[in-house]
T-cell receptor, first 118, second 114 residues
């Protein structure tokens, strides 16, 4: 069965330091991978996606993610964290080899809360 | 502006009183979906719709109904709400084609059932 794991409930980092939010996935076919961010009292906002091509994907607000097929991972990274990056981050996957209708489905991880301290 | 609009943003209701959460998108997307978000569980799909008059159950459909009479609207109906349906609900839409392959989400509806 398809699944997404975010092993850390919370990540704490000092402003200016690099950050990593971990994500691993399990799908039967080719994965389409996404990261979304949720700020307090807001909906989910798209950060970046991996469909195909370069394993390093760059997205909004200086974030990037590295697709690693052998480790089935898609970790979110940023070279220098800002206090304003503090939010809830969700990794999600679409299994593109499933039924045509179920392939639209996004499967989400449980979320990782990022706290950036000044 | 391309968006998904949910209403209401906040709702407190009593057990058993029927309610509807509305969702509307202005992007002519075929696919729409409802999710609920609970702490530690992430987002779980309730129902989805591939197009007008085409709906199907997601992972947690019990206690919910949906309809898709028009392409832009996808209301979520709770016929007899119970406290375990207290949650944060999100509507989302997707074209599934082009470069995006992702979802556009509404701002969410925080529902409390007492």
């Amino acid at each position: 069965a398809q699944s997404v794991a975010q092993p850390e409930d919370q990540v704490n980092v000092a402003e200016g330091n690099p950050l990593t939010v971990k994500c691993t996935y399990s799908v039967s076919g080719n994965p389409y991978l996404f990261w979304y961010v949720q700020y307090p009292n807001r909906g989910l906002q798209f950060l970046l996606k991996y469909i195909t091509g370069d394993n390093l994907v760059k997205g909004s607000y200086g974030f990037e993610a590295e697709f690693n097929k052998s480790q089935t991972s898609f970790h979110l990274k940023k070279p220098s964290a800002l206090v304003s990056d503090s939010a809830l981050y969700f990794c999600a996957v679409r299994d593109m080899n499933g039924r045509w209708d179920s392939s639209y489905k996004l499967i989400f991880g449980s979320g990782t809360r990022l706290l950036v301290r000044p | 502006e391309a968006q998904v609009t949910q209403n209401p943003r906040y709702l407190i209701t009593v057990t058993g009183k029927k309610l509807t959460v509305t969702c509307s998108q202005n992007m002519n997307h075929e696919y729409m979906s409802w999710y609920r978000q609970d702490p530690g569980l992430g987002l779980r799909q309730i129902y989805y719709s591939m197009n007008v008059e085409v709906t199907d159950k997601g992972d947690v459909p019990e206690g919910y109904k949906v309809s898709r009479k028009e392409k832009r609207n996808f209301p979520l109906i709770l016929e007899s709400p119970s406290p375990n349906q207290t949650s944060l609900y999100f509507c989302a839409s997707s074209s599934g084609t082009g470069q995006t392959y992702g979802y556009t989400f509404g701002s969410g509806t925080r529902l409390t059932v007492v």
